[in-house]
């Protein structure tokens, strides 16, 4: 079965950049999308297709996927971007299933 | 604006069965896939099923399959989740999501969760 590995954790400080990383075998050739979630809220989409940026979603946002490994990165972290994320890929050939990352809780020091 | 809303969701014991279902509105339903995506509290997300707009093709969780049926309405803009033989395990928020995606999906719109709990 295929999986999506990600730090537990990352930690930042307001102002810095926070790099989320989601690992999975040859990720760079599988579009990557991935979610925010604040607790007690439903996900929202913050990037799909690897680097696309949904409307609303600032440009503090951005994202790159690579060979095994694709980040999420947040520029200029704000005290509200303490949320967890999750990358998320969708399976296709003869078993289609989509397929979340085991999520990372970003900490705003 | 796309809404979602779930509902449906309750307290059950192991074994039995129940039918979670989503309204949508703000956007044009029967284009779209639709999934449900669930989350055990306090621990990640995990894909459960989806079902293309037409019901051409279905999918789930290698966790589900054979317990869980997907279905949808197009003319009642609704998703549905017959949920049976239910096990402590499917303990979760619920959530109905609205697929951006034909052969790749990604959720972009999700609804707020119902809660399902199986205990005895």
């Known amino acids: 079965s295929y999986v999506l590995t990600q730090p537990p954790s990352v930690s930042v400080a307001p102002g810095k950049t926070a790099t989320i990383a989601c690992g999975g075998n040859d990720i760079g050739s599988k579009n990557v999308h991935w979610y925010r979630q604040k607790p007690g809220q439903a996900p929202v989409l913050v990037i799909h297709h690897d680097s696309d940026r949904p409307s609303g979603i600032p440009e503090r946002f951005s994202g790159f996927n690579s060979g095994n490994t694709a980040t999420l990165t947040i520029s200029r972290v704000e005290a509200g971007d303490e949320a967890d994320y999750y990358c998320?890929?969708?399976?296709?050939?003869?078993?289609?299933?989509?397929?979340f990352g085991g999520g990372t809780k970003l900490t705003v020091l | 604006e796309v809404q979602l809303v779930e509902s449906g969701g309750g307290l059950v014991q192991p074994g039995r069965s129940l039918r979670l279902s989503c309204e949508a509105s703000?956007?044009?339903?029967?284009?779209?896939?639709m999934h449900w995506v669930r989350q055990t509290p306090g621990k990640g997300l995990e894909w459960v099923s989806g079902i293309s707009w037409n019901t051409d093709t279905i999918d789930y969780a290698d966790s589900v399959k054979g317990r869980f049926t997907i279905s949808r309405d197009n003319a009642q803009n609704s998703l549905h989740l017959q949920m049976n033989s239910l096990r402590p395990e499917d303990t979760a928020f619920y959530y109905c999501?609205?697929?951006?995606?034909?052969?790749?999906?990604?959720?972009?719109?999700w609804g707020r969760g119902t809660l399902v709990t199986v205990s005895s």
């Open positions: 703000g956007f044009t339903f029967s284009n779209f896939a």
């Open positions: 999501a609205k697929s951006n995606g034909i052969d790749d999906h990604y959720f972009d719109y």
């Open positions: 998320q890929v969708w399976l296709t050939g003869s078993d289609h299933r989509g397929v």
